[in-house]
């Protein structure tokens, strides 16, 4: 079987690109949009002291706002009107689905076609809002509550701490994600590819060459030694090359269609497949799972230094590098692998459809009896996939625990994120090449048979 890149490579040349006159439209759209996504990243928050907060955050990168500037591009490091990135949209849209699979009202919704995903689209809309607003009181309290570090001098974050600031930072962070999400349906409409995904790939993409400069720095300073920064390199090579291998994995089902008469003829039944990918969850499971454990962590930035005492040892044991941190974060993974494979797919549905257009998996009554033996195929795929982001995820905190210089950029979920979206987007551009070599083909026959 010819892989993505062999096809992507066969059909792309200069000579194709040149004429691909609407791919390059999208093309430029995308990357302009990508650029203004970039240019707010780097517009502060008004009242916020950017030295000290500069400072606050260089003692503080493996944890809550270390997490966060791992998706917003450098923006919560700079504490830019970006700085929640497109996160608090995702988080809705994961928790739409999981109540669309649990609320008959809402799942009947979701069945109305167009119109119901556009009212889920619109219930998703009020949910950003309102988790954006509740994530920016806990930055804007976290923030007014510390103190950096200019010249051996304690300075204050936030020089005057007041309702005023506190609304304005709000707003501010809120209307930073909803315009995100704009812009990212624009990109997604007139662009190419998942304009949602492109924000967050822009981003990581970004912070890449400074946290290879910070690692070779390690080198240089002593922290790393060289054999640590080569195997580093390589490891990240050879996990780059797992994920695109796992991420293309299918287990497929023969379909068999009976044979069907055609006029005085009996044509023979054709043979299909239904693809399973061994990882249909993506990245949700793993960023999700991340969100959920640093929970505490924004309760306490929230609270500040009242915070109660076990609080504080909570955050101890479950900071990043910890045992109990990896052993909850792979459990979580592993529980939202399941459930949201169960949410997208769907075994008694596809059953359904193969019935309905006369297909079935030779061994197995078409109905009830075919549901049953897709849902176990999909459970056992599943603990391959489940098992495949526990590595992925888990290997450079390992890692990372153990060489605390290592930059948090090179991370298991930032690679998958930055591998799934670079495969999706190549596909799409490939559809648009193939589509405008069809409609050039059509073109040259209608002129023939003019002629």
Known sequence: MVSAAEQFASNVSLSSFAKADELKKRLLFALGALIVYRIGTFIPLPGVNADAFRELFATQTGGLLGTFNLFSGGATERMAIFALNIMPYISASIIMQMMSAVIPSLEAVKKEGESGRRQINQYTRYLTVLLATVQGYFIAATIASSTGTINGVSVPVVANPNAFFYVTTVVTLVGGVMFLVWLGEQITSRGIGNGISLIIFAGIIAELPRAAAGLFASGRS??????????????????????????????????????????????????????????????????????????????????????????????????????????????????????????????????????????????????????????????????????????????????????????????????????????????????????????????????????
């Not at 994920?243 to 497929?252: G, H, L, N, T, W």
């Not at 504080?312 to 792979?330: E, K, R, V």
């Not at 090449?433 to 023939?448: D, H, T």
Request: proline share 6%; hydrophobic share 45%; aromatic share 10%.
């Open 222 to 451: 002593g922290a790393l030694s060289a054999p640590i920064i080569l195997f580093v390199l390589i490891g990240a090579v050879a996990l780059i090359a797992f994920v695109v291998f796992m991420e293309r994995s299918q287990r497929r089902l023969i379909v068999q269609y009976p044979r069907r008469q055609q006029g005085n003829r009996m044509v023979q039944g054709e043979k299909s497949h239904l693809p399973l990918k061994l990882n249909t969850a993506g990245v949700i499971p793993p960023i999700f799972a991340s969100s959920l454990l640093f929970i505490p962590a924004t309760a306490q930035g929230a609270i500040g230094d009242n915070s109660p005492q076990w609080l504080q040892t909570l955050l101890l044991y479950i900071s990043p590098g910890q045992p109990l941190y990896m052993a909850i974060y792979a459990a979580g993974i592993i529980f939202f692998c399941f459930l949201y494979t169960s949410i997208v797919f769907n075994p008694q549905d596809t059953a359904d459809n193969l019935k309905k257009y006369g297909g079935y998996i030779q061994g197995y009554r078409p109905g009830a009896r075919t549901a049953e033996y897709i849902d176990f195929v999909l459970t056992r795929i599943t603990v391959i996939g489940a098992a495949y982001l526990c590595l992925v995820c888990l290997m450079p905190e390992i890692l990372r625990s153990q060489y605390s210089a290592i930059p948090v950029y090179l991370g298991g979920t930032s690679l998958l994120i930055v591998v799934t979206v670079t495969l999706d987007t190549v596909q799409q551009v490939q559809g648009h090449l193939l589509a405008q070599q069809y409609e050039s083909l059509i073109k040259k026959s209608k002129l023939r048979g003019a002629r």
